[in-house]
């Protein structure tokens, strides 16, 4: 016990006296890691956006109080009848209501200026085939109803196709920016090595072995890997946070589930780790034999 | 306690820096290693410590043939044969007791332990009230008591000796022999490689000659020059 506090008082002792160069590898593991993490995230905000547009609904039609909920339940059975749709439903003024609280959940500053009343009724639109929201677009073009149209298609079209190429860079992405924290890791303790190569020849001649002097390297370039790690987790987060703050429209969300990021914040963290101890152990092969 | 069997060594490129070197070394004997710069004394004690191979020939240390000893078995050979150096090699971030101590902590060794021992150690080279300091903040002769006291902590039975007296002056350096001496009276073995006249011949102990990698003397209770010469 005593020799593992030793080693990890030995790896620290080394950070402390290389910290320009550790440093230097923890901004290029955290900018790596961070890339990787942000790949993810990006990822996942597609992934959950375009899964809640091809849940349905495709098209929000804003309507007018006019008319009252006899003339917006005509426009209804009307849009239902369009060969374009496959299913369009009526939400009411209370219903669009409990879906603002839902969706502004965790800014009740805001939830607390809106009453029902300032939220308009609107019909949901799921189009058959999504590249025909135009068609709908232009039959409800001057109907005296109609508020506003709002048309997440296009965006979601360009997403979907999107979708695939995103997974692939996001993926390959990942796997580059892991790959280079390995190596910087591994430069650094190389570097590391070559500044205390008198030290370490003085711990063979008194008859260190080969694990005494490697595991400090090992504790050392962990550490660095984790700090990249950690910080990378902690930029993603701070990000996410701030994605969070805008103010974006009904369908469209900056956010994705606190239980999704934390699980790839302790993922990240352990590749810092993990690319931590590959690279010291890369590092470390050639150049420390007895 | 050291033995060398037909013991050769060339460096790739075909210098020849030993050949042919057999003696033995008993328990407890005081040995220099003398001859001109190039003559191969280093090179013996560093093939003892298995930093060199040797190319043909064996050597046994402390009863081992560490020709045939598997490089992760070498870091115990170490911890077996105690050495000392012309330029100290000590650890600059370390103070005096870390320094010492460090020998004693690769060997896993407890630290109430540690502490007992590096205290006793630094008495008997007489830097007890320097424990603390760092090795740029003393003088040379110092230095090397540190790198002694580092040698023989753990008590090893075999003391390897590199020129140690090769940068000090000739007081300090009589120190430092006095302090070999009292070591090598407790039993331990001293092999001990030097160009320092004077020192050998003060001593009157075995000494082994060498010219060009071969031992053309080994004479007991000698001085530098060969007692038919002198």
Redesign the interface.
């Known amino acids: 016990m ?2 593992f506090l ?1 080693l990890i008082g030995e790896a620290f ?1 080394n950070l402390r ?1 290389n910290a320009l160069v550790a440093t230097g590898a923890v901004l290029a593991v955290f900018v790596s890691l961070a890339l990787a993490f942000g790949a993810l995230v990006f990822n996942e905000l597609v992934r959950v956006n375009t899964l809640q547009w091809q849940q349905g609904d495709h098209l929000i039609i804003f309507l007018k109080d006019e008319g009252g909920p006899v003339a917006h339940s005509e426009l209804l059975a009307q849009i239902n009848d369009y060969p374009e749709v496959k299913n369009a439903w009526y939400m009411d003024k209370a219903g669009a209501y409990q879906e603002f609280l839902e969706i502004y959940s965790d800014q009740p500053a805001l939830a607390a200026t809106v009453t029902a009343a300032d939220l308009p009724a609107s019909i949901r639109v799921e189009l058959d085939d999504i590249s025909t929201y135009q068609e709908v677009q232009f039959r409800l073009v001057g109907h005296p109803l109609l508020r506003r149209l709002s048309v997440f298609s296009e965006g979601i079209e360009r997403l979907l196709s999107l979708t695939g190429v995103l997974n692939s860079i996001g993926f390959g992405l990942v796997v580059l920016m892991g790959a280079s924290a390995v190596v910087l890791i591994a430069n650094t303790i190389r570097m590391a090595i070559y500044a205390r190569r ?2 370490i ?10 694990w ?1 002097i490697r595991v400090p390297f090992i504790i050392e370039g962990a550490t660095v890997g984790l700090l990249g790690g950690g910080l990378a987790a902690a930029a993603v987060f701070a990000s996410h946070n701030l994605l969070e703050r805008i103010p974006t429209d009904i369908l469209i969300r900056f956010q994705v589930d606190q239980g999704f990021l934390l699980s790839r914040a302790i993922l990240i963290l352990a590749f810092g780790g993990l690319a931590g101890f590959i690279g010291s152990s890369l590092g470390l092969r050639r150049f420390l ?2 | 306690m050291i033995r060398l069997h037909n013991v050769a060594k060339v460096y790739d490129g075909g210098v020849v820096a030993v050949q042919e070197v057999s003696m033995d070394v008993r328990k407890g004997e005081f040995v220099f290693l003398v001859g001109p710069s190039g003559s191969g004394k280093s090179t013996l004690i560093r093939m003892c ?1 298995r ?1 060199e191979k040797v190319t043909r020939g064996k050597i046994w240390v402390a009863g081992k043939d560490i020709t045939k000893l598997p ?2 078995r ?6 077996t044969v105690g ?1 000392i150096f012309q330029d100290f ?5 370390k103070t005096v007791a870390e320094n010492v101590a ?2 004693l ?4 060794c ?2 109430s332990i540690v502490r007992r021992q590096v205290n006793t150690v630094l008495e008997l080279v007489g830097l007890s009230a320097k424990t603390d300091r760092y090795p740029r903040q003393l003088s040379g002769g110092e230095q090397q008591r540190v790198s002694i006291a ?1 040698a023989f902590v753990n008590r090893p039975p075999i003391l390897l000796a590199d020129e140690p007296t090769g940068n000090l002056d000739p007081a300090t350096s009589v120190g430092i022999m006095r302090l070999l001496d009292r070591i090598n009276r407790t039993g331990t073995t001293v092999m001990m490689a030097t160009h320092d006249f004077a020192i050998v011949d003060a001593m009157r102990r075995r000494v082994v000659q060498l010219d060009r990698g071969r031992v053309v003397r080994d004479q007991g209770e000698s001085g530098y020059e060969s007692s038919e010469e002198t």
Do not use: D, H, Q
């Open positions: 005593s020799t030793f002792v006296r008198e030290e020849a003085i711990m063979k001649l008194v008859g260190a072995g080969n005494f034999r007895v | 410590l930093e490089t992760w070498v870091p115990y050979l170490r911890r050495t090699k000590l650890l600059p971030t460090f020998a902590k690769v060997t896993g407890p630290r580092r």
